[in-house]
């Protein structure tokens, strides 16, 4: 006995010596001027690559593609290892502190069979907040990157970027700002792969994750409902408070697994919640130990865990983040202490033949292995990956195990059988009463489902309806006149021949916009969203088509209203589809404008963030009881103005393209007096 206490003595010293070793580790950083490339083979289809090695670093810049573009980065890149916490790099001969920001850029050069085609990129957390840009376009970030605590928002959530390869070179560009936690920076391997590989990485780390926690919290609970009908035995509460705990902390690991089930804790809450779970699971863990083998745990021993775990527990409720992140060192130290400990204890109560002393020793063995994994895995020293949820789970399922022996032995034991039929009816008569409940619940979502299929059924019907009438009618013409022509009936004349192609256009017009809507609603359509200077971009739509109005003797006006201080007013928009919806609202106005008419085109401020976007005219108007129908598809209203064939359907994709944009289209009309189509845009943050 003497023996193996000397031997955990040496372990524990070991541990504890690469821990305050790994909290001095320094990453060495290369001054060099040369770009940081990373190369990438041809990718197979089940291979995912780590972005792994030395990126450019430019400590406290927060530089964007626009500035590496412009030339506008002066300063000689410094090679930084990536991952690791910047604390751990050197600059000038000294560590970078904790808090600060930072830019990363990575080049990666891919194969020429990768060209055209589209990646995927599984994005970890970075502490303890990011923005990531890939060619050029923000990809994806987490909370809000600041220069200060009170600029910046925290956030760890993982994200899978999709991204196109559309050239030999990719650039990565990286801002990280950390002034909330322990580590920062880049700490965890960024991964590139084809996008099925990249999502099911993922989906496997949520499924493994999901059923430690489901095990641990159906454990907790049990345990947790046994104590409620047994005071007399603590270690039940003990066992289930540790279990619940345990879980919490399994949740806050998987960071995305968090953002569904947590997503109302805020960063800050997340992280003490995180520090705790390791703390007061590793408390109630040892008192549920000290109930199993009271007389092999020294009481003043049990009563310095309980002081410091408790202290500990404290500590991390009262301070922020940035203060009790910074002693995970000694945090692991006194876990590996306790772990060691316990390990003694059972050792004791196996020699001296205890009642499931072997099994809790298999248990508390393996739960020692794993700790000892992550913490040298977290501080860098292994690159396996964390354990501690298994070795947890397996030591807690096995004191479950010893527990519901326990029990069973207690139940055989029992004499009154009848008390316990009755009660065993009692039970049983509630579940079928909730079953009945639950299938009544289940039958009356069915109706409910079978009422929305049928509507979608009506829904259906009523568009392949109008699709059919709006189609039938002009191939019935063109049908007609072809007919008549080829019979000699109707005379080949360019009249005829007009009509005829008039009614393909239509017929051709009203295909397009079907498809449209069709892709639309299938969220198909694809939008390619870009930073467009709105007072250039409206401009430039007015030069392109004053020509085209002006020859049908309309007058077309520009009119900029906006004010000075937002003359460079910039909207996050697709510059196709937004002209797209003003040249679809231009050409409304030029169907109900007589000549000598005037169509404006206007552009001002509805308030501090929207940019509005007019076309006005002086044209006959709408009716007021059609203004609420006119964006409906195919409705076409009484007075369809001078020349007019159209489907029915320009409003309402005009109406969904300004939609997808958040923003507004509506209109104003007077009949007589003429109409007013606007529509608003989001602006960018100025």
């Given amino acids: 006995m003497i023996k193996a206490k000397y031997s955990f003595l040496m372990v524990t010293s ?16 290369n001054g060099a001027e040369s770009k940081s490339v990373f190369y990438v083979n041809k990718l197979s289809a089940n291979e995912m690559i780590k972005l792994d090695g030395n990126w450019e670093f430019y400590w406290q810049k927060l530089y964007t593609p626009k500035d590496f573009k412009q030339n506008a980065v002066h300063e000689r890149p410094m090679l930084a290892e990536v991952p690791q916490t910047w604390s751990n790099y050197m600059q000038m001969g000294q560590k970078l502190p904790q808090t600060g920001y930072a830019t990363y850029r990575l080049q990666v050069e891919f194969s020429r069979g990768d060209v055209g085609t589209i990646k995927a990129l599984y994005m970890p957390s970075v502490a303890s907040a990011y923005s990531l840009w890939i060619n050029g376009v923000k990809m994806s970030k987490n909370g809000a990157v600041g220069t200060s605590r009170y600029l910046m928002k925290p956030e760890r959530v993982p994200n899978i970027v999709e991204f196109e390869v559309n050239s030999l070179r990719v650039e990565f560009i990286i801002q990280a700002s950390n002034y909330n936690g322990r580590k920062a920076g880049i700490t965890d391997s960024l991964l590139i792969g084809e996008p099925n590989t ?20 159906l454990m907790g609970l049990y ?9 007399k035995e603590p270690a039940l509460i003990f066992f289930g408070i540790a279990c619940i705990v345990v879980a919490i902390r399994a949740i806050l690991l998987e960071e995305r697994l968090a953002s569904y089930l947590l997503s109302f804790l805020n960063w800050e809450m997340a992280r003490k919640l995180e520090y705790l779970g390791a703390s007061l699971g590793v408390l109630f863990s040892s008192l549920f130990s000290y109930m199993q083998f009271t007389g092999e745990m020294n009481r003043r021993i049990r009563n310095v865990i309980i002081a410091s775990m408790s202290a500990y527990s404290l500590f991390i409720m009262l301070t922020p983040a940035l203060v009790f992140t910074r002693t995970m060192v000694i945090l692991q130290a ?11 204890v059972y050792i004791k109560a196996f020699l001296h033949k205890r009642e499931g002393s072997k099994l809790n020793l298999v248990a508390i063995f393996m739960l020692f292995l794993t700790v000892v994994n992550d913490i040298l895995f977290f501080n860098n020293f292994v690159h396996t990956t964390e354990l501690t949820s298994v070795g947890v789970i397996f030591f807690l399922f096995t004191q479950s195990i010893i527990l519901s022996k326990r029990y069973s032995l207690s139940f055989i034991r029992l004499e009154k059988l009848s008390q316990d039929l009755a009660i065993l009816n009692a039970s049983l008569e509630k579940k079928v009463q909730k079953r009945t409940a639950e ?17 979608a059924h009506t829904s259906r019907s009523k568009w392949i ?18 007919k008549g022509m080829l019979d000699g009936v109707v005379p080949s004349d360019q009249t005829n021949i007009q009509l005829v192609y008039d009614q393909s256009v239509y017929v051709s017009q009203m295909l397009n916009d079907l498809r449209d809507m069709a892709d639309i609603e299938n969220q198909q359509i694809k939008f390619e ?23 049908k003797a309309i007058t077309f006006e520009l009119r900029d209203l906006l004010h000075q201080r937002h003359a460079d007013s910039f909207v996050l928009m697709d510059p196709m589809r937004i002209e797209q919806v003003i040249v679809n609202l231009l050409r409304n106005a030029q169907r109900f404008v ?25 044209g006959i108007g709408i009716n007021e009881d059609e203004l609420e129908l006119i964006f409906n598809r195919f409705y076409r209203g009484r007075n369809q103005g001078e020349s007019h064939q159209g489907s029915g359907l320009g409003l309402a994709i005009s109406m969904d393209i300004v939609d997808y944009h958040h923003g507004e289209l509506s209109v104003k009309s007077k009949v007589g007096k003429g109409s007013c189509f606007y529509f608003t845009l989001p602006v960018l943050n100025e």
């Fill in 334 to 344: 006194c876990i590996i202490l306790i772990i060691i400990y316990l390990l003694y």
């Fill in 198 to 217: 990249i999502i099911q990485f993922q989906e496997k780390r949520l499924i493994f994750r999901s059923m430690i926690v489901m095990s641990l919290v």
């Fill in 439 to 455: 299938l009544e619940q289940a039958n009356f979502k069915l109706h409910g489902a079978n009422l929305q299929l049928k509507d």
């Fill in 223 to 231: 345990h947790s409902a046994l104590f409620a009908f047994r005071r």
């Fill in 594 to 618: 007589q000549k000598d008419g005037i169509i404006v085109l206007e552009l001002d401020r509805s308030d501090e963030n929207n940019i509005v976007v007019k076309v006005k005219d002086n």
């Fill in 529 to 551: 969203l870009k930073g467009v200077r709105i007072q250039d971009f409206i401009r430039n739509l007015y030069e392109k088509y004053k020509m085209d109005i002006e020859k």
């Fill in 14 to 29: 070991v541990i504890v010596g690469m821990l305050l070793l790994g909290s001095s580790a320094k990453a060495a950083m």
């Fill in 465 to 482: 309806h109008n699709i059919t009438h709006e189609i039938s009618a002009p191939l019935t013409g063109i049908r007609a006149y072809s």
